[in-house]
């Protein structure tokens, strides 16, 4: 037992005495006193110090968040910065937290972060900030710790829009249901009770299939992928004869529920309001199951999120009607800490082309 | 007194599936509806697939965690050769390639824990973190767009062998892929029980030593059960991507628990080198019928993953005390 | 120093340490002012603490011969139970004063964790089902039963005291670090020095010949169960420590880490073996090339394949084949350099 | 044409530092039937390998009708007619008996596919000639070691053996079992084939063999005709030193201490009751299937009693399985060594503390009091004169005596009262097997209650003062040792 402790004890020294050693006094004014080795930054003669900025995404491996990591690139090109582009192969809150930790410990000047589950890590954003690290966030309603929260719409208007959409195309007494990837997805979330408390304000008569929860709406789950919301979808569709539309927030999710609807061959009478990704979701836009989506692309609110990032270290305020420099957010309105770009891009089928180009 | 015994087995696991399927239809008639019956049948064809390939390495005492990885690596390369050769691909080759990719990759596995004799299941975990990562670290993404897809491939979820019209006005489509399972599963049981490599793999699962001194190279008998178990779970994978329309390496990752519930629901014993492809069926039956039908039993959404591990654990419990009874009045 | 180094068991300490040090300056050196950092020390071991915790609760089954698969949704339903009496949202009127609230919600935590055990290992010990089976059924259920709780909302907020916990150093260590550190050395103690730890060895190297000797397999599997019952919840409140916040759905991936941590520590590749010490410094590896990776810019898919790797590496060094080349080797190494003196 | 089937000229064979084998010689004639005897480790099981192809020779030459060979592989020694039954039969549990019988066939006459009615048909061949009834369709997991060993001959008879050893071909069979091979022995001598039977045990030697090759520590010591050789001689040729059996007298009989009144176990065993004295050692011996090691099994606690009642010292015993025979101080070493008695790659000391944890750790933390366990381990090593190399060696790195040895020491760790004792002696060398039955006579001198079940008559009738003949779960006589001989005794067993 002592050994143990000995032992354990020793490892944590020596690693705590490495890394105090190596530290310089004020961990936020990285190039103050630089120990002797050459880093690449030595040269003095660029007027402001070189950005180092970060984003933590809820998971890589996918087109939609890959694009933030190509917009991230081209602004760091732009201001002359370090980007990292970092999160989990998984998408699992955990593992996000693990590498916002470790995108954190990079003592970031602009961190940009896209929370599986905002409150989990609103905790560790407040260590980020007192260390000076400028948080922007995106798809982050609920967070408190934060400098900005980016999105290139508010949630409730997205929600309201695809209320009014499934009024204009649907009729006014459509049935409809909501499907989410995970209940605990803020913004998900955000959109359906969004669409659920404006068509109870002004579509008395569209009834809404899903459980209801002491008045709130609780919408169904379609998982991380694109099989379990197509199980799900199946078995709803057949529970539900009278549905006329879903309202699906998820991306992953839209395919899976589109094969469903087509293969009980009800693409005439069920019909689908997408979020998502153009490209993904081509063929069933193509089919006429899709009537009407919406997506935005990340990679501009990347590039906003950074924009805000420089602007706050540069000292400036942020207020509505600035202009980010991307398309989408050149008017921006600001309320509270939520920045709102008008980046929502409509997709119907005449327009399916050019969406596919943009992601 | 074998043909009693073998029956008894398989009897059970049909037992609890009917007795499942008509507790469902008495609280929801639509479950019995020729729609859901397609529906069920359709879902059941990634597991059905997987879990045989589980099974062959399952039978020579082995467990394999990478199976998720290998399917997933083998439907990238698959459709990464489709887009070299600038082919669109059909419905033959898409499976035969990607099964071999799968049996390459997966004899891997079968090579390391044979030569320096380590547990299946300990090398699995370390492969299985490498298969499913070592080619994305070079790519710029690792996605690709239904745009950039083979497209007959994409046709594949529309492609139906028997559709008609159900009762409530919504088609029944059974897919295409029902077929695939049905040949895996033919070629399969031919395979386990009709050649002489076939019975090497159970011969191995029975007696790690007498197998050698048989007449049987261990080696070559590993790596053959390895080469089964990556091409079924790179045929599956192939199947899945197909009908997603988008390649994503993470979308495939929890399907790994219904593959290995189905596998030991489905009779297979690792200790005792047991398993068999009609137990496989009916354990993939059961999990597909407990998993399939919940929400349209009208089971709250809070309430579907706590119903299902519930009655996975009762699925056990009634085959495994079924099982002791018989063993207790055989005598044995 | 040779009887230390004679001994098989620390030479498998020894050679795990070095491997860990090496690790540290290699990968330290892409990004060495970040890297080397006490911010950086702290967030890494937070990270491993985490991970280590869990790592306990899965190798106390898989050292009496098992698997837990059910570790995760175990620590989230126990930290979700005892995290809604902190916060009042459970007997919020009964149990007043947040103190109060605090030690009854620790409390709640623990003995949900610990009948979890008793449910695993009632079906695992009582009905002797296939472990691994269970435990993924049982996870399930108490992930579903989480759900029921949550409602799918999570639970916002934590007592000062736990998310004092997760961020709060002592002296520079994290608290979250000092926690794991009195965890493994309970485990240490568990598994060296009782007669539990001595069963549950016992146990996992051959069950029929510990109830021919005799012992109760019965009782020592399904006190295993609880232990790991009991890590889990600690670990549940780690994460809730972590996060201050509470979801149904956190951290599935957090098995597989644990499954990599316990297998590096030695524990599979003998059944029955395993030490804790050698689990504990493959936790501060893992870490290391996860932190280090990240901070030098390459993606989690570089850090899956370096660990994949790594363990191969680990589990093919140990076995008797590449042991004789390598003893050949240095054998071969003596007899071209005859050193002086000592005797080889 | 030489006039025998095998030559075995000057061969030898070392690992490492260990000379396995040292110019050994040995002949066998077409029909004849030989037997291999010597001590475990004298390198029998090494020329087995060799003749088998397993091994290959360091020197010497093996002739096989004539034709010299330098070393063989597996399939040269098949396709030359040589077959190995090896003592774990190493057949297939999980596949039926026909198809294990056809399994080797198949494979070397290198068939593709299977045919189940091929299989039977050949299986049913070969069974009916033997003459054993056996159902083809039985997986042989459900088989009795008897119907094992029967599966394994047929399995060499389907490749036209004309030589087939059979490596300890006895050890697990009963009496009846092993009067039914001696038969199947007499047919295939008749039908021409050679026979090497590899066996420590006296009797079996006498009764099959035409004639005797004896080794030890690798070198030939003797070989003739049996008719110049009894009991005595070949364990003096065996061991190098006189081996004598005498029946057991105890000196004194004390009081009772062990009390069994009327136990009954559904389906296995009824009404029995027996009493053990201070002193004396009761043997309990049957036939497999008579219910004997459900007996021992159930009085540990194992298998829960359906009726009757065990009394200790006077007082009643509530056994619940687990601990609570041990804590009453009841030990039992069980008949399965390898899977039930030890944990063959754990530590040495480990091994024999396995009972003894709880005792050594009655403190409320359960911490062990490691320097009293080893203490107490070192001085039942030293008790039993286990020759080790050191204690935290793995027990697998013993010889079969001194794993025995191991684990009667974890049980007289536990200071037991009652020691109940499964066929001890199963798998040992004669040396070990002399040691071990002095233990049981000293021990049960120093008024620890011995109770030893076996089916090895010699051996009961050399270490028991008092014998209960069971017989499908009943008592079918009592009868003091000094007034019994093995013929006598071996009449009993069968009787109903």
């Given at each position: 037992?002592?050994?143990?402790?000995s032992?354990?004890l020793?490892l944590?020294?020596?690693?705590?005495?490495v890394?105090?050693?190596?530290k310089?006094?004020?961990?936020?004014?990285?190039?103050?006193?630089q120990?002797?080795?050459?880093?690449q930054?030595?040269?003095?003669n660029?007027?402001?110090?070189?950005?180092?900025?970060?984003?933590?995404?809820?998971?890589?491996?996918?087109?939609?968040?890959?694009?933030?990591?190509?917009?991230?690139?081209?602004?760091?090109?732009?201001?002359?910065?370090?980007?990292?582009?970092?999160?989990?192969?998984?998408?699992?809150?955990?593992?996000?937290?693990?590498?916002?930790?470790?995108?954190i410990?990079?003592?970031?000047d602009?961190?940009?972060?896209?929370?599986i589950?905002?409150d989990?890590?609103?905790?560790?954003?407040?260590?980020?900030?007192?260390?000076?690290?400028?948080?922007?966030?995106?798809?982050?309603t609920?967070?408190?710790?934060?400098?900005?929260?980016?999105?290139?719409?508010?949630?409730e208007?997205?929600?309201?829009?695809?209320?009014?959409?499934?009024?204009?195309?649907?009729?006014?007494?459509?049935?409809?249901?909501?499907?989410?990837?995970?209940?605990?997805?803020?913004?998900?979330?955000?959109?359906?009770?969004?669409?659920?408390?404006?068509?109870?304000?002004?579509?008395?008569?569209?009834?809404?299939?899903?459980?209801?929860?002491?008045?709130?709406i609780?919408?169904?789950?379609?998982g991380?992928?694109?099989d379990?919301?197509y199980?799900?979808a199946?078995q709803?569709?057949?529970?539900?004869?009278?549905?006329?539309?879903?309202y699906v927030?998820?991306?992953?999710?839209?395919?899976?529920?589109c094969r469903?609807?087509?293969?009980?061959?009800?693409?005439?009478?069920?019909k689908?309001?997408?979020?998502?990704?153009?490209?993904?979701q081509?063929?069933?836009?193509?089919?006429?199951?899709?009537?009407?989506?919406?997506?935005?692309?990340?990679g501009?609110?990347?590039?906003?999120?950074?924009?805000?990032?420089?602007?706050?270290?540069?000292?400036?305020?942020?207020?509505?009607?600035?202009?980010?420099?991307?398309?989408?957010?050149?008017?921006?309105?600001?309320?509270?800490?939520?920045?709102?770009?008008?980046?929502?891009?409509?997709?119907?089928?005449?327009?399916?082309a050019?969406?596919?180009?943009?992601? | 007194?074998?043909?009693?015994?073998?029956?008894?087995?398989?009897?059970?696991r049909?037992?609890?599936?009917?007795?499942?399927?008509?507790?469902?239809?008495?609280?929801e008639?639509?479950?019995?509806s020729?729609?859901?019956?397609?529906s069920?049948?359709n879902?059941?064809?990634?597991?059905?697939?997987?879990?045989?390939?589980?099974?062959?390495?399952?039978i020579t005492?082995?467990?394999?965690?990478?199976?998720?990885?290998?399917?997933?690596?083998?439907?990238?390369?698959?459709?990464?050769?489709?887009?070299?050769?600038?082919?669109?691909?059909?419905?033959?080759?898409?499976?035969?390639?990607?099964?071999?990719?799968?049996?390459?990759?997966?004899?891997?596995?079968?090579f390391?824990?044979?030569?320096?004799?380590?547990?299946?299941f300990?090398?699995?975990?370390?492969?299985?973190?490498?298969?499913?990562?070592?080619?994305f670290?070079?790519?710029?993404?690792?996605?690709?767009?239904?745009?950039?897809?083979?497209?007959?491939?994409l046709?594949?979820?529309?492609t139906?062998?028997?559709?008609?019209?159900?009762?409530?006005?919504?088609?029944?489509?059974?897919?295409?892929?029902i077929?695939?399972?049905?040949l895996?599963?033919?070629?399969?049981?031919?395979?386990?029980?009709?050649?002489?490599?076939?019975?090497?793999?159970?011969a191995?699962?029975?007696?790690?030593?007498?197998?050698?001194?048989?007449?049987?190279?261990?080696?070559?008998?590993?790596?053959?059960?390895?080469?089964?178990?990556?091409a079924?779970?790179?045929?599956?994978?192939?199947?899945?991507?197909?009908?997603?329309?988008?390649?994503?390496?993470?979308?495939?990752?929890?399907?790994?628990?219904d593959?290995i519930?189905?596998?030991?629901?489905?009779?297979?014993?690792?200790?005792?080198?047991?398993?068999?492809?009609?137990?496989?069926?009916?354990?993939?039956a059961?999990?597909?019928?407990?998993?399939?039908?919940?929400?349209l039993?009208?089971?709250?959404?809070?309430y579907?993953?706590?119903?299902?591990?519930?009655?996975?654990?009762?699925?056990?419990?009634?085959?495994?005390?079924?099982?002791?009874?018989?063993?207790?009045?055989?005598?044995? | 120093m040779?009887?230390?180094?004679g001994?098989?068991?620390?030479?498998?300490?020894?050679?795990?340490?070095?491997?860990?040090?090496?690790?540290?300056?290699?990968?330290?050196?892409?990004?060495?002012?970040?890297?080397?950092t006490?911010?950086?020390?702290?967030?890494?071991?937070?990270?491993l603490?985490?991970?280590?915790?869990?790592?306990?609760?899965?190798?106390?089954?898989?050292v009496?011969?098992?698997?837990?698969?059910?570790?995760?949704?175990v620590?989230?339903?126990?930290?979700?139970?005892?995290?809604?009496?902190?916060?009042?949202?459970?007997?919020?009127?009964?149990?007043?004063?947040?103190?109060?609230?605090?030690?009854?919600?620790?409390?709640?935590?623990?003995?949900?964790?610990?009948?979890s055990?008793?449910?695993?290992?009632?079906?695992?010990?009582?009905l002797?089902?296939?472990?691994?089976?269970?435990?993924?059924?049982t996870?399930?259920?108490?992930q579903?039963?989480?759900?029921?709780?949550t409602?799918?909302?999570?639970?916002?907020?934590?007592?000062?005291?736990?998310?004092?916990?997760g961020?709060?150093?002592?002296?520079?260590?994290?608290?979250?670090?000092?926690?794991a550190?009195?965890?493994?050395?309970?485990?240490?103690?568990?598994?060296?020095?009782?007669?539990?730890?001595?069963?549950?060895r016992?146990?996992?190297?051959n069950?029929?010949?510990?109830?021919?000797?005799?012992?109760?397999?019965y009782k020592?599997?399904?006190?295993?169960?609880?232990?790991s019952g009991?890590?889990?919840?600690?670990?549940?409140?780690?994460?809730?420590?972590?996060?201050?916040?509470?979801?149904?759905?956190?951290?599935?991936?957090?098995?597989?880490?644990?499954m990599?941590?316990?297998l590096?520590?030695?524990?599979?590749?003998?059944?029955?073996?395993g030490?804790?010490?050698?689990?504990?410094?493959?936790?501060?590896?893992?870490?290391?090339?996860?932190?280090?990776?990240?901070?030098?810019?390459?993606?989690?898919?570089?850090?899956?394949?370096?660990w994949?790797?790594?363990?191969?590496?680990i589990?093919?060094?140990?076995?008797?084949?590449?042991?004789?080349?390598?003893?050949?080797?240095?054998?071969?190494?003596?007899?071209?350099?005859?050193?002086?003196?000592?005797?080889? | 044409?030489s006039?025998?089937?095998?030559?075995?000229?000057?061969?030898?064979?070392?690992?490492?530092?260990?000379?396995?084998?040292?110019?050994?010689?040995?002949?066998?004639?077409?029909?004849?039937?030989k037997?291999?005897?010597?001590?475990n480790?004298?390198?029998?099981?090494?020329?087995?390998?060799i003749?088998?192809?397993?091994?290959?020779?360091?020197?010497?030459?093996?002739?096989?009708?004539?034709?010299?060979?330098t070393?063989?592989?597996?399939t040269?020694?098949?396709?030359a007619?040589?077959?190995?039954?090896?003592?774990?039969?190493?057949?297939?549990?999980?596949?039926?008996?026909?198809?294990n019988?056809?399994?080797?066939?198949?494979?070397f006459?290198?068939?593709?596919?299977?045919?189940?009615?091929r299989?039977?048909?050949?299986?049913?061949?070969?069974?009916?000639?033997?003459?054993?009834?056996?159902?083809?369709d039985?997986?042989?997991k459900?088989?009795?070691?008897?119907?094992?060993?029967?599966?394994?001959?047929?399995?060499?008879?389907?490749?036209?053996?004309?030589?087939?050893i059979?490596?300890?071909?006895?050890?697990?069979?009963?009496?009846?079992?092993?009067?039914?091979?001696?038969?199947?022995?007499?047919?295939?001598?008749a039908?021409?084939?050679?026979?090497?039977?590899?066996?420590?045990?006296?009797?079996?030697?006498?009764?099959?063999?035409?004639?005797?090759?004896?080794?030890?520590?690798?070198?030939?010591?003797?070989?003739?005709?049996?008719?110049d050789f009894?009991?005595?001689k070949?364990?003096?040729?065996?061991?190098?030193?006189d081996?004598?059996?005498?029946?057991?007298?105890?000196?004194?009989?004390?009081?009772?201490?062990?009390?069994?009144?009327?136990?009954?176990?559904?389906?296995?065993?009824?009404?029995?009751?027996?009493?053990l004295?201070?002193?004396e050692?009761?043997?309990i011996t049957g036939?497999?299937?008579?219910?004997?090691?459900?007996?021992?099994?159930?009085?540990?606690?194992?298998?829960?009693?359906?009726?009757?009642?065990?009394?200790?010292?006077?007082e009643?015993?509530?056994?619940?399985?687990g601990?609570?025979?041990?804590n009453?101080?009841?030990?039992?070493?069980?008949e399965?060594?390898?899977?039930?008695?030890?944990?063959?790659?754990?530590?040495?000391?480990?091994?024999?503390?396995?009972?003894?944890?709880?005792?050594?750790?009655?403190?409320?933390l359960?911490?062990?009091?490691?320097a009293?366990l080893?203490?107490?381990?070192?001085?039942?090593?030293e008790?039993?004169?286990?020759?080790?190399g050191?204690?935290?060696?793995?027990?697998?790195?013993?010889?079969?005596?001194?794993?025995?040895?191991?684990?009667?020491?974890?049980?007289?760790?536990?200071?037991?009262?009652?020691?109940?004792?499964?066929?001890?002696?199963v798998?040992?060398?004669?040396?070990?097997?002399?040691?071990?039955?002095?233990?049981?006579?000293?021990?049960?001198?120093?008024?620890?209650?011995?109770?030893?079940?076996?089916?090895?008559?010699?051996?009961?009738?050399?270490?028991?003062?008092?014998?209960?003949?069971?017989?499908?779960?009943?008592?079918?006589?009592e009868?003091g040792?000094?007034?019994?001989?093995?013929?006598?005794?071996?009449?009993?067993?069968?009787?109903?």
């Amino acid at each position: 037992m002592k050994k143990m402790l000995s032992l354990a004890l020793a490892l944590c020294m020596i690693l705590a005495m490495v890394s105090c050693g190596q530290k310089d006094d004020t961990p936020n004014d990285p190039n103050a006193g630089q120990p002797s080795q050459g880093t690449q930054d030595q040269d003095q003669n660029k007027p402001q110090k070189k950005l180092t900025v970060a984003t933590v995404v809820k998971a890589i491996g996918s087109n939609w968040f890959d694009s933030m990591d190509w917009e991230g690139t081209k602004w760091a090109e732009e201001n002359g910065a370090d980007h990292h582009y970092i999160g989990p192969t998984s998408m699992d809150s955990a593992a996000q937290l693990q590498c916002l930790e470790d995108a954190i410990a990079l003592q970031p000047d602009v961190l940009t972060v896209v929370p599986i589950a905002a409150d989990a890590c609103d905790a560790l954003l407040a260590q980020a900030r007192s260390q000076g690290t400028k948080v922007v966030t995106h798809e982050g309603t609920g967070l408190t710790n934060i400098d900005f929260n980016v999105d290139a719409f508010s949630n409730e208007g997205f929600g309201i829009n695809f209320a009014d959409k499934c009024n204009e195309l649907i009729g006014a007494d459509a049935t409809y249901a909501c499907v989410v990837g995970t209940l605990t997805t803020p913004a998900h979330m955000a959109w359906s009770k969004a669409f659920f408390a404006h068509a109870n304000a002004n579509y008395p008569n569209m009834t809404c299939a899903n459980d209801l929860d002491g008045g709130e709406i609780v919408p169904l789950e379609g998982g991380a992928n694109s099989d379990t919301s197509y199980t799900m979808a199946k078995q709803f569709l057949q529970a539900h004869p009278e549905l006329d539309v879903f309202y699906v927030c998820s991306s992953s999710c839209v395919a899976g529920v589109c094969r469903a609807i087509e293969e009980l061959g009800l693409g005439e009478s069920v019909k689908v309001l997408a979020v998502g990704t153009a490209s993904g979701q081509k063929t069933y836009y193509e089919s006429g199951t899709i009537v009407y989506g919406a997506m935005w692309y990340p990679g501009a609110a990347q590039y906003a999120c950074y924009e805000v990032g420089k602007r706050l270290i540069e000292g400036k305020t942020i207020s509505t009607g600035d202009d980010l420099g991307f398309e989408g957010y050149h008017s921006i309105t600001v309320d509270g800490t939520n920045i709102y770009g008008n980046a929502w891009l409509d997709i119907t089928l005449d327009n399916l082309a050019e969406m596919c180009e943009v992601l | 007194m074998r043909k009693r015994a073998k029956i008894n087995d398989m009897t059970i696991r049909v037992v609890l599936f009917l007795l499942i399927l008509t507790v469902f239809a008495i609280i929801e008639p639509a479950v019995l509806s020729a729609t859901n019956v397609c529906s069920m049948i359709n879902d059941s064809i990634f597991n059905g697939i997987a879990a045989l390939g589980m099974m062959t390495v399952m039978i020579t005492g082995a467990f394999d965690l990478s199976s998720m990885s290998i399917s997933m690596l083998s439907a990238f390369l698959t459709l990464k050769f489709y887009n070299i050769i600038g082919y669109e691909g059909d419905f033959i080759t898409m499976f035969l390639i990607a099964g071999t990719f799968g049996a390459l990759i997966a004899m891997i596995n079968g090579f390391i824990s044979q030569k320096f004799s380590l547990s299946g299941f300990v090398v699995s975990i370390g492969t299985n973190l490498i298969f499913g990562s070592v080619f994305f670290i070079f790519l710029r993404s690792s996605y690709i767009k239904t745009d950039a897809m083979p497209q007959t491939l994409l046709k594949v979820r529309t492609t139906a062998i028997l559709s008609l019209q159900s009762s409530g006005g919504t088609a029944a489509n059974l897919n295409i892929g029902i077929v695939v399972l049905v040949l895996t599963a033919a070629a399969l049981w031919l395979f386990l029980n009709k050649t002489q490599l076939g019975r090497g793999i159970y011969a191995l699962g029975g007696d790690k030593v007498a197998v050698e001194r048989v007449g049987y190279d261990p080696m070559t008998i590993t790596l053959i059960a390895y080469a089964v178990f990556g091409a079924c779970v790179a045929i599956a994978g192939i199947y899945f991507y197909s009908n997603a329309g988008t390649f994503e390496p993470g979308m495939i990752a929890d399907k790994g628990s219904d593959v290995i519930a189905s596998a030991i629901f489905g009779g297979c014993n690792m200790k005792e080198g047991k398993g068999s492809v009609g137990g496989i069926l009916a354990g993939v039956a059961i999990i597909t019928v407990i998993k399939s039908n919940l929400i349209l039993l009208g089971v709250p959404v809070y309430y579907v993953t706590f119903t299902v591990g519930a009655m996975i654990l009762l699925g056990v419990l009634f085959s495994t005390l079924s099982e002791q009874r018989l063993q207790r009045n055989r005598g044995r | 120093m040779k009887r230390v180094l004679g001994n098989k068991q620390n030479r498998k300490t020894i050679s795990l340490l070095l491997i860990t040090v090496v690790l540290a300056v290699i990968i330290g050196s892409f990004n060495p002012d970040k890297f080397f950092t006490a911010q950086n020390f702290q967030s890494m071991t937070r990270q491993l603490a985490e991970i280590g915790i869990y790592a306990l609760a899965m190798f106390v089954i898989v050292v009496s011969g098992g698997l837990n698969l059910s570790i995760v949704a175990v620590a989230n339903l126990a930290a979700i139970c005892g995290g809604s009496v902190m916060q009042g949202l459970i007997l919020g009127d009964v149990i007043v004063s947040p103190l109060a609230r605090l030690l009854v919600g620790l409390l709640v935590a623990v003995v949900i964790g610990v009948l979890s055990g008793v449910l695993n290992g009632y079906f695992v010990a009582g009905l002797g089902l296939t472990a691994v089976l269970v435990t993924s059924a049982t996870s399930q259920l108490f992930q579903g039963l989480a759900l029921v709780i949550t409602k799918g909302n999570a639970i916002v907020g934590a007592p000062e005291a736990i998310s004092a916990l997760g961020t709060h150093n002592l002296l520079g260590i994290p608290y979250l670090l000092l926690l794991a550190l009195g965890c493994y050395i309970v485990a240490e103690f568990v598994f060296e020095k009782t007669a539990f730890g001595a069963q549950c060895r016992l146990l996992g190297a051959n069950a029929t010949a510990n109830q021919y000797s005799g012992n109760s397999n019965y009782k020592t599997l399904m006190k295993s169960y609880m232990l790991s019952g009991f890590f889990s919840a600690i670990g549940g409140i780690v994460s809730y420590s972590r996060m201050c916040a509470l979801r149904s759905d956190y951290g599935n991936s957090l098995t597989s880490t644990a499954m990599l941590v316990v297998l590096m520590g030695g524990a599979w590749v003998v059944a029955g073996g395993g030490k804790v010490m050698n689990i504990f410094i493959s936790l501060f590896c893992i870490q290391i090339i996860s932190s280090g990776l990240t901070l030098s810019g390459t993606s989690n898919f570089t850090r899956n394949t370096i660990w994949g790797a790594l363990l191969i590496a680990i589990l093919l060094a140990a076995t008797p084949a590449i042991q004789q080349r390598l003893s050949r080797l240095k054998g071969l190494a003596r007899r071209r350099a005859p050193n002086k003196g000592n005797a080889a | 044409m030489s006039e025998y089937f095998l030559e075995i000229r000057g061969v030898s064979k070392s690992f490492q530092a260990v000379r396995a084998l040292d110019q050994v010689d040995l002949r066998v004639k077409p029909g004849e039937s030989k037997c291999l005897a010597g001590e475990n480790g004298c390198g029998k099981s090494t020329l087995i390998k060799i003749i088998s192809g397993v091994y290959t020779p360091d020197c010497g030459e093996i002739v096989i009708k004539g034709k010299s060979y330098t070393s063989l592989t597996p399939t040269q020694s098949i396709a030359a007619g040589i077959q190995v039954i090896y003592q774990d039969f190493s057949l297939f549990p999980n596949l039926t008996v026909a198809e294990n019988i056809a399994m080797e066939y198949n494979l070397f006459h290198k068939k593709r596919t299977v045919s189940k009615k091929r299989d039977r048909e050949l299986a049913k061949r070969v069974v009916d000639e033997i003459g054993v009834p056996l159902d083809l369709d039985a997986e042989v997991k459900s088989l009795s070691v008897g119907e094992k060993q029967v599966v394994a001959i047929c399995r060499a008879l389907l490749l036209e053996a004309e030589l087939i050893i059979m490596d300890e071909p006895t050890t697990a069979l009963t009496a009846k079992e092993v009067a039914a091979l001696y038969k199947i022995i007499e047919g295939l001598k008749a039908r021409g084939i050679a026979l090497i039977f590899v066996s420590h045990k006296l009797d079996e030697v006498l009764k099959v063999a035409e004639s005797l090759c004896i080794l030890r520590d690798g070198k030939n010591v003797i070989d003739g005709p049996k008719e110049d050789f009894d009991k005595a001689k070949i364990s003096y040729y065996m061991t190098g030193r006189d081996v004598v059996f005498t029946p057991f007298q105890p000196k004194e009989l004390g009081e009772t201490i062990f009390q069994a009144e009327g136990l009954r176990l559904a389906g296995t065993f009824s009404d029995i009751s027996f009493s053990l004295r201070r002193g004396e050692v009761l043997g309990i011996t049957g036939l497999l299937g008579s219910g004997r090691t459900e007996l021992a099994e159930a009085i540990f606690g194992l298998r829960p009693l359906d009726g009757g009642k065990l009394t200790l010292f006077g007082e009643e015993l509530h056994l619940k399985g687990g601990d609570s025979a041990v804590n009453a101080g009841i030990g039992y070493l069980p008949e399965d060594r390898l899977t039930q008695g030890l944990f063959l790659n754990v530590e040495i000391e480990r091994n024999i503390s396995a009972g003894i944890i709880r005792k050594f750790s009655q403190n409320p933390l359960g911490i062990i009091d490691k320097a009293g366990l080893h203490r107490e381990v070192a001085a039942q090593v030293e008790a039993l004169q286990i020759k080790l190399g050191d204690l935290q060696d793995p027990v697998s790195s013993l010889s079969g005596g001194n794993q025995q040895r191991v684990v009667l020491a974890k049980w007289l760790a536990i200071g037991p009262k009652v020691l109940l004792l499964n066929c001890p002696t199963v798998g040992v060398d004669v040396g070990s097997k002399q040691n071990i039955h002095e233990t049981i006579k000293t021990l049960a001198g120093e008024g620890i209650g011995m109770i030893v079940i076996s089916d090895d008559l010699p051996e009961i009738l050399s270490v028991c003062s008092r014998v209960l003949v069971m017989n499908k779960g009943r008592f079918t006589g009592e009868y003091g040792a000094c007034d019994l001989d093995e013929e006598t005794l071996q009449g009993m067993l069968a009787k109903a």
